[in-house]
C-alpha cells in the first residue's frame, strides 16, 4: 500500500488533464501518483506511477491524504470528487505559481487554478473547478461548482457561471451575463446574452444551437 504523508498527492484521472495537474503540483512541492481506471492496463502516466483503480483508492487510509480529481468532464469529475470527499480525503486547492489570484477572491476545495490565469477581486470560484490556462476571471464574478473555464477564455465583471457549465477555449462573456448549470458555450464564442442551463451555444454573438445530450 502506498505510504503517504503531507507532501504527497494522489490525482484520479491519468489523462491529457491529469498531466498538466501533475506537473503542477510537482511545482508545488507535491509527490504525486495517479489512480485510474485503466490500471491494470495503465500502470504509469509518462514517468508518474498509476497505482490502482478508483475502487483501490476507497480502500487507502484517508486520514490526511490528500487527493484531487483531474477529469476533465464535469459531471464525472463531480462524482468522483463527492466521492473522495464523502471517504475523508483532503482536497486542496492547487494553484499554479504563475496565477494571479487576488486576496480577495475565494477559491473553494479541488478546484484548480492553471498557469497564467488571472482571478480578480471578489470573484467567487466554486468546488472542483478548473480555471485553465490564461483564462480570466474578472471582478465580482461567481463561477458554480465544477464549471471549466477553458484556455484563454475571458469573463467580464459580475458574470455568474452555473454548476458543471463548460466555457470552450477563447470563449468571452460579456459583464454581468448569466449562465444556467450545464450549459456549454462552444470555442471562440462571445457571449452577450444570458444563456439558461443545459443548451449548448456558440458563435460571435453565441446564440443557442440545441439543449444538451
Ligand atoms: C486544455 C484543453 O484542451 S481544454 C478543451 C478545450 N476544448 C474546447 O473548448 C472545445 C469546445 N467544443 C466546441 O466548441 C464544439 O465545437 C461544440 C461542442 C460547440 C460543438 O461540437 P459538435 O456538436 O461536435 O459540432 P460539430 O463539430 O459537428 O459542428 C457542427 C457545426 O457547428 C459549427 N461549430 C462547431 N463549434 C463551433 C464554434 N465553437 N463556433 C462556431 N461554430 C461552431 C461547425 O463549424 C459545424 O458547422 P457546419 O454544420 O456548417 O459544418
Redesign the pocket.
Known amino acids: 500500500m502506498m505510504e503517504t504523508n503531507d507532501q504527497s498527492l494522489i490525482i484520479f484521472g491519468a489523462s491529457?488533464?491529469g498531466k498538466?495537474v501533475a506537473d503542477l503540483a510537482e511545482q508545488l512541492g507535491y509527490v504525486v501518483n495517479f489512480y485510474d481506471d485503466a490500471y491494470p492496463q495503465k500502470t504509469q502516466l509518462e514517468h508518474w506511477p498509476v497505482l490502482g483503480t478508483f475502487d483501490d483508492l476507497l480502500k487507502l487510509n484517508t486520514h490526511n491524504t490528500k487527493a484531487v480529481v483531474a477529469i476533465?468532464n464535469n459531471a464525472i469529475r463531480e462524482l468522483k470528487t463527492k466521492q473522495l470527499q464523502a471517504h475523508g480525503f483532503t482536497l486542496p486547492t492547487l494553484v499554479h505559481p504563475s496565477a494571479v489570484v487576488s486576496t480577495y477572491a475565494e477559491l473553494s476545495t479541488g478546484t484548480v487554478v492553471l498557469a497564467n490565469a488571472v482571478v480578480n477581486a471578489f470573484a467567487l470560484i466554486g468546488r472542483g473547478c478548473i480555471i485553465?490556462?490564461s483564462s480570466i476571471v474578472e471582478h465580482d464574478c461567481f463561477i458554480g461548482n465544477f464549471a471549466?473555464i477553458?484556455?484563454t477564455s475571458a469573463l467580464a465583471g459580475g458574470v455568474k457561471i452555473g454548476d458543471r457549465c463548460?466555457l470552450?477555449?477563447g470563449s468571452q462573456v460579456r459583464q454581468l451575463i448569466n449562465i444556467g448549470n450545464d450549459t456549454?458555450v462552444?470555442?471562440?464564442?462571445t457571449v452577450v446574452k444570458s444563456l439558461p442551463s443545459n443548451v449548448?451555444a456558440?458563435?460571435s454573438p453565441a446564440v443557442v444551437?440545441r439543449g444538451q445530450d
Open positions: 491529457g488533464h498538466v476533465g485553465n490556462s471549466h477553458c484556455p463548460w470552450g477555449i456549454l462552444g470555442a471562440g464564442s449548448v456558440y458563435g444551437v
